[in-house]
Structures are given as structure tokens and as C-alpha cells.
């Protein structure tokens, strides 16, 4: 979506429109919409428990299984200590294919915390779900975050919300 704006000579006729819940941005050329949005869920255990869903806009046409390696290494490089648990191909509660990772890393030299992952190709869009657990609350409240993660359904392409 584009906007013209008089507030500013650099925005024109073809300046993106970030459009959200309640509000718009616009935004000149080189930047780009890395929206990563939260649900945010009870702070249990020293952990405040939520999903936040990454799109990935130009996931492009490559396989599940070679969005999973690159998402599974970038995990690898960035996460101090991390360490993959379990991966898996899995299908969401609509069929659509998903690939699961379960790790674990350590933000600080005290506190080690598990994460799930659901990775998700929908035409040209990736999408990343993750979710934080400590040990106990992994199985705890692992499994109704796990089921929200499964229910995840992405809309149809172009549509924002």
C-alpha cells in the first residue's frame, strides 16, 4: 500500500504504508516491515511465557525442510549455549505441513530456557512461531502453548489482518 503525505518532501505517491491494528507508518525505501508480533501469557517460573509469530516476507520458493536448516542455523549462531533438542516434521490442526524444533540456550549465565519453534511456508511467506519455557513449565504449560502454536492458520496472500 502507498501514501502521499505533505508533512515530508521524502515520502511520495509510492512510499509503503505499514498498516497495523491502530495505527499506519509511512516509510521511504530501505526500510522494510520486520513486524514481530506477541501474545504475551502468565509469568510462571521465573519465565514470562508467550509466542511471538515471525513473517518472513521472502521466504521464496524453497522446501519446508530447507526453510527449517536455515532457520535452525541462524538459531545455532545467535543463541549463546544453544542446542537442539528434537526437530520434526509435523501438520498444524488444519493440515498444513510444519517442521517443529525444540531447543535450549542460556541468556544469562543463571537462567536456561527451552523454546519451541513451528516453522510454517505459505506461498512466498515464512512464518516462525516461538514459544519460551522453562524446564518445569515446558510441560506444564507446554502443551496448551502448543496447541495455540498448532491452531496457527496464515491468511490468504496480501491479506495483512
Keep these: 500500500m ?5 508533512a515530508s518532501p521524502q515520502f511520495s505517491r509510492t512510499t509503503p504504508l505499514y498498516r497495523a491494528f491502530r495505527f499506519s507508518l509511512a516509510f521511504p525505501e530501505g526500510w522494510a516491515d520486520k513486524t514481530l508480533f506477541t501474545l504475551a501469557g502468565p509469568v510462571t ?3 514470562q511465557h508467550n509466542i511471538t509469530v ?32 528434537k526437530e520434526e ?7 498444513l505441513p510444519a517442521y ?9 549465565d543463571e537462567l536456561r530456557v527451552y523454546q519451541e519453534q513451528v516453522l510454517v511456508l505459505a506461498g512466498s511467506r515464512g512464518y516462525r512461531l516461538t514459544a519460551t519455557f522453562s524446564k518445569k513449565t515446558r510441560k ?21 489482518h
Design 2 to 6: 502507498t501514501t502521499t503525505t505533505g
Design 45 to 47: 517460573d521465573g519465565i
Design 54 to 85: 515471525a513473517v518472513d516476507e521472502e521466504a521464496g520458493n524453497q522446501s519446508l525442510r530447507d526453510y527449517a536448516d536455515w532457520s535452525i542455523l541462524a538459531l545455532e549462531e545467535e543463541l549463546k549455549g544453544c542446542r537442539v533438542l
Design 89 to 95: 516434521e509435523v501438520k498444524l490442526a488444519n493440515g
Design 100 to 108: 517443529r524444533v525444540i531447543f535450549s540456550w542460556w541468556p544469562s
Design 140 to 160: 506444564t504449560v507446554g502443551p496448551e502453548v502448543e496447541r495455540m502454536m498448532f491452531s496457527f492458520t496464515p491468511n490468504a496472500e496480501g491479506e495483512r
